[in-house]
C-alpha cells in the first residue's frame, strides 16, 4: 500500500496532469511533463502499490492522465522525434502489474489497451472483411505455442499443398509454418512475420510470453532497435458464430479455441501490433485498422536490426539462391496483375508472399512462395521467367 505522503505526491502529480489550469501557473509543470513524470513514479511502484493508486484514482481522473501522456509524446514528433511508447508501456504494465480486477478501468482509461476490432468496406484500399466490430471473446483452452498434435497438422497441410516438390516429404516443422491469416487484412505485416521466424526459429518463445494471469506479453522493438514489452489481455476478437477474426497458429479450416487444433501465439502478436503500431498514415495506434494494408513498415517492430531491402523483381531468384534467406514478394492489385498471373489459382492480387523453399523437377528449377494464409493455401510455384509477370516489388528482412 502506498503511504499518506506517497500517495499525495502521485495523487498533485495526476490533478496537474489533468487539469489545464495549471499551464498559467509558471511554477507548476505542463500537463505533459506532469503526465511523463506520474508514467516514471508508476513504473518505480510494487504491484501492490500501483493497484492502490489505480483503485484510489477515478476513471475519469485516469482517462485525463492518458490523454495528457498520449498527447505530450505526439507532442515532439513534430520535430522528428519521440513516440507512443511511454503511452503504451505505462498501461502496458497496468495490465500486467495491477490487480486482474482494474483491467476493465484500465481499457477504459486507456483504449488502445483493447484495440478497436471495427473493419471497414467502404474504403478499398483498407479493410476487407465485412463490417462490423466482433466482440472480444475467450479464445478457450487453445494454447500458446503449437503441440506436437497441431504442429503435426500443420506439417501435413504443408506437405499435402506440395505434391509437386519432390523435397517436401522430408521437410520438418518449422514455426514459421503457423502464420496463418483469417479475417484481417494485414498479409503484408503477419509475412514480414513469417520471414523473421524462418530465419530464426526461437522468436516465438522468445517474444511471446504467457503471463498465467490472463494476460500475454509479446516483445516488439521500436525504431532505436530497444525492446519493447506490449501486454495485452488474452481475450480475442470473435465473429458472431465464434470463430476467431484474426490470424492464429493451426491448420486452415480447424476450430478456434480447440486445443488440439489451434495456437495463440501469433494471435497475440496481432493483437500486440493492432495496439502498438504506430507507422500508419490513417489510424492511431490502437486498432486493427491501423494493421491492414502496408508493406515493409512491420520489420523494425520484429528485430532490433529490422528493416527491408528492397530487391529487383528479376533478382529474386538470385538473392535468395545467395544466401537462402526468404524474400517478400508484393503481388500488384487486380486492376495491374496480368491475366496469365490470375488465372494462376494459387495467386492472390494485391498480397504478400514469401519464397522460403526451392526446387528442381524435370530439370527445372521451381521456387515456392508460402502464402501467409495458412499452411492448407497452396504456394505459389514459378520459375525465374515468370516474376516479372507476377510481381511487383520484393525485398529482404
Known amino acids: 500500500m502506498l503511504t499518506a505522503e506517497e500517495y499525495e505526491e502521485l495523487s498533485d502529480l495526476l490533478d496537474q496532469a489533468g487539469d489545464d489550469s495549471f499551464r498559467w501557473n509558471p511554477f507548476a509543470m ?60 505505462t498501461w502496458s504494465d497496468a495490465l500486467r502489474d495491477a490487480d486482474p480486477r482494474l483491467r476493465d478501468k484500465i481499457h477504459a482509461a486507456f483504449p488502445e489497451s483493447q484495440p478497436d476490432t471495427t473493419t471497414y468496406v467502404d474504403d478499398e484500399n483498407r479493410g476487407t472483411v465485412p463490417e462490423g466490430t466482433p466482440a472480444y471473446g475467450d479464445p478457450g483452452d487453445a494454447p ?17 499443398e506440395r505434391a509437386g516438390n519432390p523435397d517436401a516429404e ?23 512475420l513469417l520471414a523473421v521466424v524462418h530465419e530464426d526459429p526461437s522468436w516465438p518463445a522468445e517474444h511471446v510470453v504467457d503471463n498465467g494471469d490472463g494476460t500475454v506479453t509479446v516483445t516488439l522493438y521500436d525504431h ?62 490502437g486498432q486493427y485498422e491501423a494493421i491492414v494494408g502496408g508493406w515493409d513498415q512491420a520489420a523494425p517492430y520484429f528485430t532490433p536490426d529490422g528493416s527491408v531491402d528492397s530487391v529487383d523483381v528479376q533478382d529474386i531468384a538470385a538473392t535468395y539462391d545467395s544466401g537462402g534467406v526468404p524474400v ?65 516489388g520484393a525485398g529482404t528482412y
Open 30 to 89: 505542463s500537463q505533459g511533463e506532469a503526465a511523463d513524470e506520474l508514467a516514471e513514479r508508476l513504473r518505480e511502484l510494487s504491484p501492490e502499490q500501483l493497484s492502490d493508486f489505480l483503485n484510489r484514482s477515478s476513471t475519469a481522473e485516469l482517462t485525463a492522465f492518458a490523454d495528457a501522456l498520449r498527447a505530450h509524446g505526439r507532442e515532439w514528433r513534430l520535430f522528428g522525434s519521440s513516440d507512443d511508447w511511454t503511452y503504451i508501456e
Open 144 to 160: 500458446l505455442l503449437p503441440s506436437e498434435e497441431i504442429q503435426q497438422q500443420i506439417l501435413d497441410q504443408y506437405r499435402r
Open 170 to 192: 522430408d521437410v520438418e516443422y518449422a514455426p514459421w509454418m503457423d502464420v496463418n491469416q483469417q479475417g484481417y487484412g494485414d498479409c503484408w505485416m503477419l509475412a514480414n
Open 224 to 285: 532505436d532497435g530497444n525492446p519493447r514489452e506490449v501486454t495485452v489481455t488474452d481475450d480475442l476478437p470473435m465473429r458472431t458464430d465464434g470463430t476467431y477474426q484474426g490470424a492464429y497458429a493451426g491448420p486452415g479450416g480447424a476450430g478456434f479455441g480447440d486445443e488440439s487444433s489451434s495456437a495463440l501465439w501469433v494471435a497475440y502478436v496481432e493483437k500486440a501490433m493492432a495496439a502498438g503500431f504506430q507507422d500508419d498514415s490513417a489510424y492511431d495506434p
Open 328 to 392: 517478400a514478394a508484393l503481388t500488384p492489385d487486380a486492376d495491374s496483375a496480368s491475366g496469365t498471373a490470375k488465372d494462376n489459382p494459387a495467386y492472390v492480387t494485391n498480397h504478400v508472399f514469401v519464397l522460403t523453399d526451392s526446387y528442381t523437377a524435370n530439370a527445372t528449377t521451381y521456387y515456392e512462395f508460402s502464402n501467409p494464409h495458412g499452411p492448407d493455401k497452396p504456394p505459389l510455384v514459378l520459375t525465374p521467367e515468370e516474376f516479372d509477370e507476377y510481381f511487383s
